[in-house]
């Protein structure tokens, strides 16, 4: 290839890049669709194994921080509501050190599942394996964030979520009372707003979990759809294989247990804590092995409609069946359902 062929190649490269940054900035900036933040960084490193998903998270990480930068100062007050960026609405409550951390934090943490991700569809590392890496560096970079937003808040950033989402809920409540609508509901969730904002900040570091674990498996699900058939992806593990130890079983064993001691002897708000935690990360966990047990017996129907139809029943009805959907992966650790052959036309993935 001679000079202007590869600058040509260099420019084409560059400008895909420069269009998946964009494409990162405009989801993270869209509100309900910021969860898919990290597909077009994925799609960046899966077609360019020449560090095309660095370039396009950095390009992407740099205007993210530039837009907070201009949204914390006197300027930005007059585009702010235009640019509906994540955590802005914490602008009040957090210093403008904090709001330009935590804001662009939050976009470092799509961006590290976006190319954990993309790297291993492109090197064909299982997509457990994967995933697991997704989480754990994700992870990571939301506690350094809240390592910064603690320190720069004096250790009050507690405090100022508990009176944030105290002031949610007062907000809610009289937005109904507003609309005419007068429930007992409203009442005890307007007395008890306190008490709640509380626990919710209590059990945050579970729902942050939970959060961080469900962006990566959909990451995961659909960067399969839309860069798994690329000339540069290799194949992958199915991820009806994700399988959690047994062992940890006995987290959920332990901390049922001690639910039920601090219900009746010990009274401790601090062991109330670790167990609400403790139980909702490890239930999430299993909640994802139960849809694998339901992928891998889904596999089997030979009929795609079908297929479709059982997922879209899962989605609109996700509230009834997921608590038997966890209730399938505690099982699956006795059962093992994936070692059984399926009598109505299994077919191999």
């Known amino acids: 290839m001679n000079r202007k062929g590869a600058f040509e190649m260099m420019i084409a490269v560059s400008k895909k890049n420069a269009i998946c940054a964009g494409l990162a900035l405009l989801l993270y900036s869209s509100g309900f669709l910021v969860i898919l933040t990290p597909l077009p960084l994925l799609y960046a ?23 907070y930068i201009f949204a914390v100062s006197s300027l930005g007050s007059v585009v702010v509501s235009y640019i509906p960026l994540p955590v802005v609405g914490l602008k009040g409550h957090l210093s403008s050190w904090s709001l330009v951390v935590s804001g662009s934090g939050y976009f470092c943490f799509f961006a590290i599942i976006g190319f954990v991700l993309g790297e291993g569809r492109r090197i064909g590392h299982p997509d457990v394996r994967s995933g697991a890496r997704a989480l754990a560096y994700s992870l990571a970079v939301l506690f350094l964030v809240a390592i910064v937003a603690w320190s720069a808040s004096s250790g009050n950033v ?98 049922g247990a001690f639910f039920f001691a601090d219900s009746y002897l010990i ?3 601090w062991v109330k804590m670790f167990v609400a935690n403790g139980l909702i ?55 093992n359902f994936r070692t059984r052959k399926l009598k109505f036309g299994h077919q191999n993935p």
């Open 281 to 335: 990360t490890v239930l999430a966990l299993y909640f994802f092995q139960g849809l694998a047990v339901i992928a891998h017996v889904l596999q089997g129907v030979r009929f795609p409609l079908l297929r479709l139809a059982a997922y879209v029943l899962i989605i609109l009805f996700f509230q009834s069946i997921s608590v038997v959907i966890v209730a399938l992966g505690l099982a699956d650790v006795w059962i």
């Open 158 to 255: 507690v405090f100022k979520a508990e009176g944030y989402i105290g002031g949610v809920i007062g907000d809610i409540v009289a937005v109904n009372r507003a609309a005419g609508v007068d429930s007992a509901y409203l009442d005890v969730l307007e007395s008890n707003k306190d008490a709640i904002a509380a626990f919710a900040v209590r059990i945050m570091p579970s729902m942050v979990f939970v959060y961080a674990l469900f962006t990566v498996v959909i990451n995961l699900v659909m960067g399969r759809r839309f860069a798994g058939k690329r000339r540069f992806a290799k194949a992958s593990g199915s991820m009806t294989k994700f399988r959690m130890p047994d062992y940890m079983v006995w987290v959920v064993i332990a901390c």
């Open 267 to 269: 009274r401790s708000a």
């Open 45 to 67: 490193c899966v077609t360019d194994k020449s560090g095309g998903g660095v370039s396009a998270s950095i390009m992407a990480a740099l205007a993210v921080m530039s837009f």
